[in-house]
């Protein structure tokens, strides 16, 4: 039997997916926050569901999997992985994006 050597090493060009939708989202969130900023509360509701909701049936197999060989690093580092993506990196773009909307547009309405 053949092993990878690069099978259980961090590999960052893994995470850089991620980040990208990270930035898409942030981007989408801020140009449609430009466009309503008077329902922004509304955008930020609707992108928080969409993007997070759908993760959520994965998020619990890859729970149950974990608990069903908790000897194995491998499952627990996958579901940490996909839970902080799920409910930090996402949540936190939204944010992020409709706060520079936000922003920019309070500052623009002051000129």
Known sequence: MAIDPWAYRLQPYAL???VTWCVFIA???WMICRWHARR????MTLFLVTQVGP??????????????????PMW???FLWFALFTFV???I???????????????????
């Open 55 to 72: 993760c959520l049936p994965y998020l619990r197999e890859a729970l149950v999997t974990w608990l069903r060989e908790p000897d194995n």
């Open 76 to 78: 627990f580092f996958e």
């Open 89 to 91: 990196a996402i949540p």
């Open 40 to 43: 922004r509360g509304l955008v």
């Open 27 to 29: 981007a989408v969130v």
């Open 93 to 111: 773009s939204i944010v992020l994006g409709s706060a520079a909307a936000a922003g920019r547009t309070e500052r623009s309405a002051l000129s």
């Open 16 to 18: 850089t997916t991620r």
